[in-house]
């Protein structure tokens, strides 16, 4: 488990926590907090720590409420300049959703890249 | 203390009822009190008849009756006695009003009435409203009222959606005053209060007033018309426009006025047989003198603005100026564009310029050797084999090109053949065209982009501490890698185009809008741009030079030719075979093809025009390759069409299986290729 939480401005402590389960071959992140500007490097940092060994990754967005743009921007930058890893995101909540609909991100990444539950999400990686 | 005694008796009427407790009881009839449980019904025929019930109460010390008790009670200090008076003239005798009071005559002792009230009447007994029967005495105090309908002015004010007309209406109702009136309930004997309808009421005439205040409370300021809402107020029911607000009048735009007619002038060199040309005729046609006006410009004017009747104001658009766009021998003066030397006025490439005309009195041969001219050449005769004539305005051949090679920034007009040879019409402008359709496109998306970035930004579940901290930049390379990805696509396109054009002269508002382009997002998407506002900027003067642009439409170069062989001809406007028509030829048009011989065959080739293409004959009875292409949206007509001949609109193909004749092609409303 690895936890990331920074004081900014002195007002909010922002954070992304990140917690990993690994099922055969393949590694399940769960974020719970916010993708965003000051988070999205340690998500990225850890994508290229566990790479090494795990080459399916599920995120489970199920806790994310928030995403800004810098949060979205370097995901993507991060599945195509790392397209040898396969990669799935699961429970995308409601409002979550409508950011990335108004992205087209089904169209750019791919419908398959996202599914309603692990369940399906482990199904797929490991058909 | 004395007990409570009490009788319920039933007779056919109350009195009787009444009397009958009395005598049972052994009491007087201001020892009990008596409540009228029910009333007497006389029925019909013996159905329905219902005897009255009363409960005679005795008070609790029957010797002993305390007098205040008693007068509480709602008795008579009488006795009934007399049951056979006619109940007619009983309640006459009983009951009378006076003003608002009803009175009990104390003279008659032998009678009780019972009261009730009718519809619009109230009923008070001693001050408590009355809704059912009651008995009555001497002692209670009775009171009526009447429910009055009062007159009413109802004022309906309604506005139209576009918030600039409102109509009044005003709807009136009579009020009616009643007159309490006692009548006998012919049922049961009882009194009946009832109202009597005595008058109708007019109702005022609604005050000029009451409709401003009314029209204040809905905040209509503007337009109001006095005088129609004193006639509404005459005319009850009726519907009066009462308010009309002042649209805003729209601005006049600049405009510039040409005043060389290029159209009629290429029509009188063409129809002149080649013989009798007088070429110096044909310049004053075509040409001015140095310090002849060409155009002129009119000021625009600003447009007024409106109101709507709530009296918020209707912007004017301002109006568009347009910049003189000139060339070669033209000056302005003033509102004025003058020629500062001879030759053939144009607009060429959106600039007005005066074209030079060179004249080749015979033939262009070894003798007068290749033409490059910086205006517009005019051949008498053929231009032969292996040479070329390439003029920045027009060239006009009075006889054939054969083996030769024909460049011109306007239009190609070559009066009788083309065989074997290459023929380019308008340069410039169909790199224009392309220009327009790129830069047109991407300020539609520009603009969708725009939304897209407030949609985000108002999104809840989207942060922005990183756009405040770091500006837009960040959200729009996101958009443009992500939904957008079709602007850097363009983008690419659009900036290899340029590139190829760069050589050449290129206007200079296209030119100003690349180079800023370019400094705002690179050909690979990479965007420079930090706030929103550079981008509206930036979207804002691509679409002016797109309106410069579109206005180039008027001034693409065409071909005319009388007949075409084994030759390649490309016009960024019409291509117009005047004669037998085209054989083994490639024809491109940026605008129509049409093939105006009587003949007028197209036999072997290819064919792509950005219009309509009309032809009498398309193919060869021996099946020639033919290939004729149109955009979806244009239509392609012959009298007859081979085997052979394939038509493309769009990405649909058909081919001709069989000889068909007077054909139209075009697609249909699903997208299907159709021939009729």
């Known amino acids: 488990m690895m936890m990331v939480i920074l004081e900014l401005f002195n007002e909010r402590v922002i954070t992304l926590e990140i917690k990993c389960k690994y099922k055969n071959e393949i590694a399940i992140l769960r974020l719970t907090g916010e993708l965003d500007m000051a988070t999205v490097d340690s998500l990225v940092e850890k994508v290229l720590d566990i790479k090494e060994n795990y080459l399916k990754i599920i995120f489970d967005f199920s806790g994310i409420k928030f995403v800004d743009s810098t949060g979205v921007g370097k995901m993507i930058k991060l599945f195509q300049d790392h397209d040898e890893i396969n990669y799935v995101i699961s429970n995308l909540q409601p409002d979550v959703k409508d950011i990335f609909d108004i992205l087209n991100l089904k169209e750019i990444l791919g419908e398959s890249m996202f599914k309603e539950c692990n369940e399906d999400a482990l199904s797929y990686l490991l058909s | 203390m004395g007990q409570t005694q009490e009788v319920i008796i039933k007779d056919v009427n109350i009195e009787s009822a009444i009397n009958e407790g009395l005598q049972i009881l052994d009491v007087n009839r201001d020892q009990v009190s008596i409540e009228v449980i029910e009333k007497s019904k ?20 029957k010797d002993t009756p305390d007098q205040n008790q008693t007068n509480d009670q709602p008795l008579l200090n009488n006795n009934y006695k007399d049951e056979n008076l006619n109940s007619k003239e009983r309640f006459e005798e009983l009951v009378f009003i006076e003003e608002d009071k009803i009175r009990l005559k104390k003279t ?7 009261i009730q009230s009718g519809t619009n009447i109230n009923l008070y007994v001693n001050n408590n409203l009355v809704k059912d029967s009651i008995l009555v005495s001497g002692n209670d105090d009775i009171r009526v009222e009447t429910e009055d309908k009062e007159p009413n002015n109802e004022i309906n004010i309604d506005n139209t959606q576009d918030k600039m007309m409102a109509f ?8 009616i005053k009643y007159k309490a009136e006692i009548i006998q309930n012919t049922d049961n004997d009882e009194i009946l209060i009832i109202a009597k309808e005595i008058r109708e009421i007019e109702p005022p005439k609604v005050d000029l007033e009451e409709v401003y205040k009314k029209l204040k409370e809905l905040n209509i300021t503007y337009g109001i018309k006095e005088g129609f809402i004193k006639k509404a107020i005459e005319s009850p029911g009726e519907e009066f426009l009462i308010a009309e607000g002042r649209p805003a009048t729209g601005s006049v735009d600049e405009k510039i006025e040409y005043l060389f007619n290029k159209e009629d002038s290429n029509k009188n060199i063409s129809q002149q047989p080649a013989q009798k040309i007088d070429y110096f005729s044909i310049n004053s046609i075509n040409s001015v003198k140095k310090g002849e006006v060409l155009a002129i410009k009119y000021a625009s004017k600003y447009g007024k603005v409106g109101y709507n009747i709530f009296g918020e104001k209707l912007g004017v658009k301002p109006p568009q100026n347009i910049d003189w766009q000139i060339g070669d021998g033209v000056e302005i003066i003033g509102d004025k564009a003058v020629a500062t030397k001879d030759g053939r006025p144009a607009i060429q490439n959106g600039e007005l310029t005066i074209f030079e ?18 205006g517009d050449v005019i051949v008498m005769g053929d231009v032969c084999e292996n040479f070329q004539v390439k003029a920045t305005g027009m060239i006009k051949v009075n006889g054939n090109v054969a083996q030769a090679f024909l460049e011109a920034g306007g239009d190609i007009l070559v009066k009788n053949n083309i065989i074997g040879s290459e023929v380019v019409a308008g340069g410039l402008a169909t790199y224009y065209q392309k220009c327009y359709f790129y830069l047109n496109k991407l300020v539609e998306l520009f603009e969708e982009l725009e939304k897209a970035i407030l949609q985000l930004k108002s999104h809840k579940s989207f942060k922005t501490k990183d756009l405040e901290k770091n500006g837009e930049k960040q959200i729009i390379q996101l958009l443009l890698d992500t939904k957008y990805t079709e602007i850097s696509k363009i983008l690419k396109e659009f900036y290899t185009l340029i590139d190829d054009l760069e050589q050449k002269t290129i206007m200079k508002d296209l030119n100003y809008v690349v180079k800023n382009l370019k400094g705002k997002i690179s050909e690979n998407g990479f965007c420079k741009i930090q706030e929103l506002t550079e981008l509206i900027i930036l979207r804002r003067r691509i679409n002016d030079v797109c309106q410069v642009l579109k206005k180039f439409d008027f001034n693409v170069s065409k071909v005319q030719a009388g007949y075409l062989q084994n030759s390649y001809v490309n016009a960024s406007g019409d291509i117009i075979i005047n004669r037998n028509g085209a054989y083994n030829s490639n024809l491109n048009a940026g605008g129509k093809i049409e093939f105006k011989g009587i003949k007028g065959v197209f036999r072997g080739g290819n064919i792509n025009s950005q219009g309509d293409i009309m032809i009498k004959e398309l ?3 021996g099946g020639s390759k033919v290939q004729v292409q149109v955009p979806e949206g244009k239509k392609v007509y012959a009298k007859k069409a081979y085997i052979n001949v394939v038509v493309k609109i769009g990405n649909q193909t058909y081919k001709f299986d069989y000889e068909q004749n007077n054909i139209t ?12």
Request: no cysteine; aromatic share 8%; net charge neutral.
């Open chain 2, 42 to 61: 006389k029925g019909f025929l013996g159905f329905g008849k219902k005897l009255a019930k009363v409960k005679l109460t005795v008070a609790e010390d």
């Open chain 2, 357 to 374: 005309i060179y004249v080749v009195k015979g033939d262009v041969n070894l003798s007068e050797g290749n033409i490059d001219f910086n």
């Open chain 2, 108 to 114: 008659n002792e032998n009678s009780y009435p019972v």
């Open chain 2, 619 to 621: 193919g060869s009875p």
């Open chain 2, 665 to 676: 092609v075009t697609l249909d409303d699903d997208g299907y290729i159709r021939v009729v």
């Open chain 2, 168 to 175: 009044l209406k005003i709807t009136q109702q009579k009020g």
